[in-house]
Protein backbone atom coordinates (compact mmCIF):
# COMPACT_ATOMS: atom_id res chain seq x y z
CA UNK A 1 0.00 0.00 0.00
CA UNK A 2 1.11 3.79 -0.54
CA UNK A 3 1.25 5.92 2.54
CA UNK A 4 1.05 9.44 1.98
CA UNK A 5 1.88 12.39 4.73
CA UNK A 6 3.53 15.98 5.12
CA UNK A 7 -0.04 17.86 4.32
CA UNK A 8 -1.64 20.84 6.75
CA UNK A 9 -2.00 24.18 6.58
CA UNK A 10 0.39 27.09 4.63
CA UNK A 11 0.29 30.81 4.14
CA UNK A 12 0.59 31.42 0.50
CA UNK A 13 4.24 31.72 -0.24
CA UNK A 14 5.21 29.35 2.11
CA UNK A 15 6.62 25.99 1.33
CA UNK A 16 5.72 21.80 2.52
CA UNK A 17 7.40 18.71 1.90
CA UNK A 18 4.99 15.48 0.75
CA UNK A 19 6.07 12.13 1.32
CA UNK A 20 4.44 8.61 0.20
CA UNK A 21 5.52 5.39 1.00
CA UNK A 22 5.46 2.30 -0.59
CA UNK A 23 5.29 -0.83 1.53
CA UNK A 24 4.26 -4.41 1.27
CA UNK A 25 4.43 -7.35 -1.16
CA UNK A 26 6.33 -5.17 -4.04
CA UNK A 27 8.82 -6.59 -6.80
CA UNK A 28 9.20 -3.27 -8.70
CA UNK A 29 7.93 0.66 -9.16
CA UNK A 30 8.11 1.79 -12.55
CA UNK A 31 6.59 5.24 -12.60
CA UNK A 32 5.32 7.41 -9.66
CA UNK A 33 3.12 10.64 -9.35
CA UNK A 34 1.30 13.31 -7.51
CA UNK A 35 -1.92 13.81 -8.28
CA UNK A 36 -4.77 16.59 -6.45
CA UNK A 37 -8.39 17.14 -6.46
CA UNK A 38 -9.89 20.49 -5.07
CA UNK A 39 -12.99 20.91 -3.89
CA UNK A 40 -15.73 20.58 -6.79
CA UNK A 41 -13.29 19.67 -9.17
CA UNK A 42 -11.73 16.97 -10.93
CA UNK A 43 -8.61 14.58 -9.82
CA UNK A 44 -5.69 16.06 -11.81
CA UNK A 45 -1.93 15.57 -12.83
CA UNK A 46 0.68 17.65 -10.57
CA UNK A 47 3.27 15.56 -11.74
CA UNK A 48 5.26 12.31 -12.48
CA UNK A 49 8.86 10.74 -12.50
CA UNK A 50 9.56 7.25 -14.06
CA UNK A 51 11.72 5.00 -12.53
CA UNK A 52 15.14 6.51 -14.23
CA UNK A 53 13.91 10.19 -12.58
CA UNK A 54 12.25 11.48 -15.83
CA UNK A 55 9.69 14.19 -14.76
CA UNK A 56 6.80 15.51 -15.96
CA UNK A 57 5.08 18.56 -14.41
CA UNK A 58 1.34 20.24 -14.70
CA UNK A 59 1.89 23.88 -16.24
CA UNK A 60 0.55 24.95 -13.19
CA UNK A 61 3.04 24.29 -10.69
CA UNK A 62 6.39 24.00 -13.13
CA UNK A 63 8.97 26.08 -11.56
CA UNK A 64 6.81 25.73 -8.40
CA UNK A 65 6.67 21.69 -7.05
CA UNK A 66 9.63 19.40 -7.11
CA UNK A 67 9.05 15.58 -7.69
CA UNK A 68 11.51 12.82 -6.50
CA UNK A 69 11.70 9.50 -5.53
CA UNK A 70 14.45 7.14 -3.56
CA UNK A 71 14.31 4.34 -5.51
CA UNK A 72 16.00 1.92 -2.49
CA UNK A 73 13.36 3.46 0.29
CA UNK A 74 10.02 3.02 -2.12
CA UNK A 75 9.60 6.53 -1.04
CA UNK A 76 7.97 9.50 -2.95
CA UNK A 77 8.41 13.20 -2.29
CA UNK A 78 6.91 16.68 -3.73
CA UNK A 79 8.51 19.60 -2.57
CA UNK A 80 6.24 22.39 -2.75
CA UNK A 81 7.21 26.01 -2.66
CA UNK A 82 5.63 29.56 -3.58
CA UNK A 83 2.59 27.78 -2.83
CA UNK A 84 -1.03 29.60 -3.56
CA UNK A 85 -4.53 29.40 -2.48
CA UNK A 86 -5.32 28.00 -5.16
CA UNK A 87 -3.12 25.20 -4.48
CA UNK A 88 -5.11 23.97 -2.07
CA UNK A 89 -6.54 20.18 -2.41
CA UNK A 90 -6.17 16.96 -1.47
CA UNK A 91 -2.96 15.61 -2.66
CA UNK A 92 -2.77 11.83 -3.55
CA UNK A 93 0.08 9.67 -4.26
CA UNK A 94 0.38 6.96 -7.02
CA UNK A 95 2.64 4.14 -8.16
CA UNK A 96 2.56 1.74 -10.85
CA UNK A 97 4.35 -1.41 -8.64
CA UNK A 98 4.72 -4.77 -10.15
CA UNK A 99 4.22 -6.90 -6.94
CA UNK A 100 5.99 -10.24 -6.22
CA UNK A 101 3.65 -12.94 -8.44
CA UNK A 102 4.79 -10.33 -11.24
CA UNK A 103 0.88 -8.74 -11.20
CA UNK A 104 1.09 -4.81 -12.42
CA UNK A 105 -1.02 -2.24 -11.47
CA UNK A 106 -1.68 1.44 -10.26
CA UNK A 107 -1.71 1.78 -6.10
CA UNK A 108 -3.22 5.20 -4.42
CA UNK A 109 -2.50 6.42 -1.46
CA UNK A 110 -5.26 7.71 0.93
CA UNK A 111 -4.41 11.33 0.12
CA UNK A 112 -3.26 14.10 1.92
CA UNK A 113 -4.71 17.26 2.55
CA UNK A 114 -3.07 20.79 1.68
CA UNK A 115 -4.69 24.19 2.55
CA UNK A 116 -2.98 26.99 1.41
CA UNK A 117 -4.50 30.64 2.80
CA UNK A 118 -3.52 33.14 5.50
Known amino acids: QLQASGGGLVQPGGCLRL?????????????MGWYRQAPGKERELVATISHGGTTNYADSVKGRFTISRDNAKKMLYLQMSSLKPEDTAVYYC??????????????WGQGTLVTVSS
Open 94 to 107: RANVVDTTLYQRDW
Open 19 to 31: SCAAAGRIFSIND
